[in-house]
């Protein structure tokens, strides 16, 4: 069954064409890993789905509910939002709350929980992120692994169907790498359905069903992780994954290097 | 010191510092009114600039433009002249011309006037900290499912109000000290008190020195609260 079809998805940002005819489809509860040099727009493809950045051009399919870029209404927009868990970049953690508030935030705002209730299932989910002993911690108090983590958990405490992830990992030591990881697989696997932005091929391979390679606003290349990773198709797809390893493989090096000091 | 008495006495000035000072309450309801209605009025109008609301942005711009292009005692006078010249036509629109002109008190035109004017200068600084809060942060809680207005209440208002505190004390200590031109309207507060005793005694100086030292004491009391206050509603973990 399509959880999500995108068709013909675009976005200029002064005549710059930052997504060029997107079309993606995905069933509930897949995993879509989507790469892609800097600049070609994944970001935006991930905030146009949530409509923080509003599209010029392109229809979303959800659940069967079509919408069309150019005429939603802000009662569809808010609709959307409540399938959808975001997890930014910076991760955007309100700077003037707790991390258990951060996490009740969006059960006692938009959906009217009790406070206690609230408490209770943002603590179950901040427990099933390992920050149990993190409940009053301002995000300023928390490593950045520990901040993703928050992130994440207030993501999925609102229960999305889809939860969108740019490039969780990229912000972090590359020790804390595996761990993050470990966490987003789990959500993978738990039914719900996923695109997340990642270079981390590791992630891809194990938990991804789909890989898309993004360049200049267009979807160069799709097709299970497997395929697309060991026999690209695509010239360009074939030297963004040289490049790829070349930088996972110096990233290797500095890390032992920096283990052996 | 029977010839120092004569040029500058202390013991003149002790006597009559109760007598000024009794008038100290004056002064500060008229700077917490002027405050308090002043921000109400700078937060609206900083929200009609942000949001661009049509002819209310350009309104707000005029109103901020002319308070800010004109001195804080001609803004007094013409609030002082103005307002029963509005009140007059306004009765005479409803054609009653000579329904009598409710009696103003004097420190009403005054708290008006430092409202409107500290309403103009507010609104710039409300408009700049509620800019400078990350986008960021309201992209988060868009992303969670809160509407403009919740975000607005639940995410940027505390964080913003936390900037704004520091100040809103400033604008509070600047009314205090521009109170003291209340009594151009013959509004009696530390300083028409002050001109009272002077006028009485021809001891202008001594009198003026315990006006200074009463306006920096008050100044210097909020100061110390604000620090207190910054301390207390700072984000743990933030310098
Ligand atoms: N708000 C914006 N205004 C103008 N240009 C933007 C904006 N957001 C993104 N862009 C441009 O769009 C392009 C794609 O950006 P982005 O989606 O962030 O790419 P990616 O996430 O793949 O690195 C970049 O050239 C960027 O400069
Ligand atoms: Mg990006």
Known sequence: MIKLRIENLRKSFDGNKVLDGINLGLEAG???????????????????????????????????????????????????????????????????????????????????????????????????????????????????????????????????????????????????????????????????????????????????????????????ETGNPTELFDNPQEERTRQFLKRLHRDNRDNRDNRDNREKE | MEVINRFFSVEFMLKEIPFIASYLPTTIFMAVCATLIGWFIGFFVAMFRINRVPVLNQLAGFYISFIRGTPLMVQIYLTYYGIPIIITMFHALNGQPSAPITPFLPIAFAIIAFSINTGAYSAETIRAIVISIDKGQREAAFSLGLTASQTMRRIVLPQAFRVALPMLCNSFISNVLGTSLAFIVSVVDIMGAAKLVGGRSYRYFEVFVIVAILYWLISSVIQRFTYWLENKLRIPGTS
Request: glycine share 6%; aromatic share 6%.
């Open chain 1, 30 to 220: 897949k995993v879509m890993a989507v790469l892609g040099p800097s600049g070609s727009g994944k970001t935006t493809l991930l905030r146009c789905l949530n409509f923080l950045e509003r599209a010029d051009d392109g229809k979303l399919l959800i659940d069967d509910v079509a919408v069309d870029c150019k005429a939603v209404s802000k009662k569809q927009i808010l609709a959307l939002r409540r399938k959808i868990g975001f997890v930014f970049q910076n991760y955007n953690l309100f700077r003037h709350m707790t991390a258990e508030k951060n996490v009740m935030e969006g059960l006692v705002t938009p959906r009217g929980v009790p406070a206690k209730e609230a408490r209770e299932m943002a603590r179950a989910v901040l427990d099933s992120v390992g920050l149990a002993d993190k409940y009053y911690s301002y995000p300023t108090q928390l490593s950045g692994g520990e901040q993703q983590r928050v992130a994440i958990a207030r993501a999925m405490v609102i229960n999305p169907e889809i939860l969108l992830l740019d490039e969780p990992t990229s912000a972090l030591d590359p020790e804390l790498v595996g761990e993050a990881m470990q966490i987003i697989k789990k959500i993978a696997r738990s039914g719900i359905t996923m695109i997340i932005v990642t270079h981390e091929m590791s992630f891809a391979y194990e938990a991804a069903d789909y890989a898309v390679f993004m360049d200049k606003g267009t979807i160069v």
